[in-house]
């Protein structure tokens, strides 16, 4: 291998520009070429390519989104597109390439990877923390400190004037984000996919919350929720129901993708990163790079799509026993 590429795609997240620092500089560490490609799969369908060097990536590591952008293509899910794909990697004379995204790069790699036997190397870059052989995604830490700072300030509102805040957060099908945040922000229920609370279980939970003497209410619910209302909905089934309520909502969105990634963040892209160039230069390949009890370790990118859930489930008692 005498030349890697690396890419994002998908949802961009905090930590994926430190990722891209770590590979261009550990190839340039291993003296490998090194090229940027933008825009995701699309500019590698494009010839959208730019030779690296670990000068390039100064000033970086601190920057949330990522340089090389992102996109979500629909081109490169076509035999054609990743036909030409193929054809611009080689024309550049790429040996080998890491992808940083979530499931749906992992699966563009895989299938990219078996048509062409080519060397792929997965890093996991989403908020959403929905891949398996990793404790952490890259963002999902940062993620998280920015959803707790945001709660904790609409607590403050909530508090001033004695209301109930449905704070809705991101997630995509799964309740990671909203479980810990809400965990670690205090909030007196969490509604979460992999666990169906039940409307009158919630609703009997806030009138306990009142009885107790609380006089505001934050409850955190997860954008892939299964309860059968959205937050809004929410809002207007507890205005029918529990008249005792002023209810306001708030639906947090893409602001959780942004900003400087939290140290932890940082020292995981860098990790990552050098783990992905080493195990191309020792042969791997169609593996993701994943954080397992503090090591780094390889999964299959197949299983890495596919694993069962790791949600904490535990949380939901913590949460319940600290609401108390
Ligand atoms: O996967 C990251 C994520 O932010 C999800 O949490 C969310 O459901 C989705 O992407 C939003 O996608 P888009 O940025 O395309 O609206």
Not at 52 to 73: C, P, Q
Not at 283 to 301: C, H, I, R
């Amino acid at each position: 291998i005498k030349k890697i590429a690396v890419l994002t795609s998908g949802g961009d997240s905090p930590g994926m520009n430190a990722a891209i620092r770590s590979v261009v500089r550990t190839c340039a560490y291993h003296n490998i070429n090194c090229v940027g490609i933008y825009r995701g799969y699309q500019g590698m369908i494009e010839g959208d390519f730019k030779e690296m060097d670990a000068r390039s990536v100064k000033g970086i590591i601190n920057k949330g989104g990522t340089i090389l952008k992102s996109a979500r293509s629909n081109e490169f899910r076509t035999v054609e597109g990743r036909k030409k794909a193929y054809e611009k990697l080689k024309e550049a004379n790429v040996d080998a390439l890491v992808a940083v995204g979530g499931d749906g790069t992992f699966t563009g790699a895989m299938i990219f990877s078996s048509e062409y036997d080519f060397p792929v190397m997965g890093i996991p870059g989403t908020i959403d923390n929905d891949i398996f052989g990793t404790s952490h995604t890259l963002g999902y830490d940062t993620a998280l400190n920015t959803v707790v700072d945001v709660i904790d300030k609409i607590r403050d509102t909530a508090s001033s004037h004695n209301r109930l805040f449905f704070i809705e957060v991101m997630g995509r099908d799964v309740g990671h984000i909203a479980l810990n945040a809400g965990v670690g922000a205090g909030a007196e229920e969490i509604l979460i996919p992999e666990e169906d609370l039940g409307l009158e279980r919630l609703l009997e939970s806030l009138r306990r919350s009142k009885r107790s003497g609380k006089s505001s209410s934050i409850v955190v619910v997860a954008e892939g929720d299964k309860i059968g209302k959205n937050v809004f909905e929410l809002k207007d089934y507890v205005d029918e129901n529990l008249a005792e309520y002023e209810v306001r909502v708030s639906v947090l969105g893409h602001m959780q993708r942004g900003g400087s990634p939290s140290c932890f963040d940082r020292v995981l892209a860098s990790r990552m990163g050098v783990k992905a160039v080493e195990s191309l230069l020792e042969g791997k390949s169609n593996y993701m790079v994943g954080l397992l009890n503090d090591k780094m370790a390889l999964t299959p990118l197949d299983q890495a799509i596919k694993g069962q859930s790791k949600i904490n489930l535990e949380l939901l008692r913590v949460s319940d026993i600290m609401t108390t």
